[in-house]
Nanobody, 129 residues
Framework: QVQLVESGGGSVQAGGSLRLACAASGYTYSTDFNFMGWFRQAPGKEREGVAAFFTGGGTTYYADSVEGRFTISQDNAKNTVYLQMNSLQPEDSAMYYC????????????????????WGQGTQVTVSS
């Protein structure tokens, strides 16, 4: 049974940083998943794809809203994916979810939630001004 467990959320002031972690169990993400991603959803807003990467080659993808501020990375030994978030702004406040898929995903939808078939429970990020 696949489990994705997020951690690292919290409250931070604008301009601060957080690092989210997504620990996978049941699957080895580097060999069993094709893509892993981070998504977020704020109250009253649609889910937004934030970052993703192709486990087979490490290619990364970012939403325009976080490009240059967020970095997705992996630790194969820990079977964990990270999202380093810098220069956080109040508009980054949301529940952040880790997701993974065993499917091949076309480039144009690699930041779409519907492309992913495994999800974590989420971790809350709150950025105050």
């Amino acid at each position: 049974q696949v489990q994705l467990v997020e951690s690292g959320g919290g409250s931070v002031q604008a301009g601060g940083s957080l690092r989210l972690a997504c620990a996978a169990s049941g699957y080895t993400y580097s060999t069993d998943f094709n893509f892993m991603g981070w998504f977020r959803q704020a109250p009253g807003k649609e889910r937004e794809g934030v970052a993703a990467f192709f486990t087979g080659g490490g290619t990364t993808y970012y939403a325009d809203s976080v490009e240059g501020r967020f970095t997705i990375s992996q630790d194969n030994a820990k079977n964990t994916v990270y999202l380093q978030m810098n220069s956080l702004q109040p508009e980054d406040s949301a529940m952040y979810y880790c997701a993974a898929t065993t499917d091949w995903v076309p480039r144009r939808v690699r930041l779409m939630g519907a492309s992913y078939n495994f999800w974590g429970q989420g971790t809350q990020v709150t950025v105050s001004s």
